[in-house]
């Protein structure tokens, strides 16, 4: 292999970086572009540009590992307490504070200029929103129990951005799609959440998984019942067809069986149950997808 030829110092440096910025870890990237792929298609009607696709691919890659690498420079201190984080790169000092910071201030220099180059004036106005809600999510769990509303937003951002860089301007069913994706992420981020509860509550780190309590798995059942009605609001708007309503019903039986997975309250059940949310985004997506190349 290639890597096989870089001296070894390096290679595991190369090797903390992507650990750092989550790339051997997916899920993250995968749970931000569905919903911006939605917007992307919506907005162009099944026929999205190349460029747009192209741009708000890497997009949300590059800000996803933006936010990694800010979130582990914010929680240095605290994820050597807890037994999921303390092997992190930046906890056990293999990567130091400063790398995290340059590394995230590149990434968002590389995504912005990506959106001066090949998009719009709008795009880039929307810009600004998304990197300061990128930036101040991972402190948000010091002083309030909703750090997941400000990931929601943040999780949320490129939707507004997708839709202008393709239709030019916003529309009302961009804002539906927002708050879908909002009230989506609150949910899977609250039973990501839940895997640390037991460690976060030892050291005062604060969250919906913390504030939800005993009826966490029953609010999370209404906010994906939530997340279903406004998607099907959106498809009544855009009068679209059965495969995306085939879709929807997907989400929703993989909500249900996400229910499932967190009964027993066990931290791998729920971890599982978090993981399973990348199917109901493709599901919605691939419905979508067809129903508008068909139409």
Known sequence: MLLDAVPENIRGRLTDYAQLLRINRPIGTLLLLWPTYWAL???????????????????????RAAGCAINDFADRDWD???????DRPLTTGRVNAWEAVALFGGLCVISFLMVVLFTNTLTLYLSFGGAVLAFIYPFTKRYTHLPQLFLGAAFSWAIPMAWAAEAGELSQVTWLLFTANLLWTVAYDTLYGMVDRDDDLKIGIKSTAILFGEADRAIIGILQAMVVLILAIVGQRYDLGPFYHLGLATMACLFIYQQYLAKDRERDGYFKAFLNNNWAGFAVFTGLAIDLTLS
């Open 80 to 86: 050597k307490h807890v037994k999921r984080t303390k």
């Open 41 to 63: 298609w919506l907005a162009g009607n099944g026929s999205p540009g190349i460029g747009n696709i192209i741009v708000f691919t890497l997009g949300v890659f590059f800000m």
